[in-house]
């Protein structure tokens, strides 16, 4: 009966690391803790009743999702100028005051290691997957 359980594979399962990939890629945030237990107990569900090998490769595709919304939440991000900010706020009529922001993380870096880790995972998957359909038969 194991061995039937080791068959289970194929792109929902692939797809479906991308759920303790997810966990693992939230260990940069503070939430990251709390939401590792529970990543760490799917993956053990899906090693149990899914094959090792290649499916958990699926994480890499979790781990993109999150860089690709650190992308999408900076998306306004505004980079300081060098010194800081000196000058004058110029206020218009009934303004009482004026705030300005800047910094944060700038999104083309997290959106090309989002990129980059999706494509590893899809292109490394699909030739595992392929050199293992070939080698079957």
């Given at each position: ?104 993380i700038d999104p083309v870096v997290s959106l090309t290691v989002g990129l980059t880790l999706a494509l590893i995972g899809l292109v490394v998957y699909a030739l595992v997957r392929r050199s293992m359909d070939v080698a079957s038969g």
């Open positions: 009966m194991a061995a039937r359980h080791r068959s289970r594979g194929g792109w929902p399962w692939f797809f479906a690391w991308a759920i303790p990939g997810v966990a693992l890629g939230l260990q940069v945030s503070v939430i990251g803790i709390l939401v590792l237990p529970v990543g760490a107990l799917i993956a053990s569900l899906l090693l149990w009743l899914g094959r090792r090998w290649p499916e958990p490769l699926g994480m890499l595709e979790g781990m993109a999702g999150v860089a690709f919304f650190v992308a999408f939440v900076n998306r306004d991000y505004q980079p300081c100028p060098p010194g800081g900010f000196r000058g004058e706020i110029t206020l218009q009529p009934g303004e009482a005051s004026a705030t300005f922001s800047c910094g944060g």
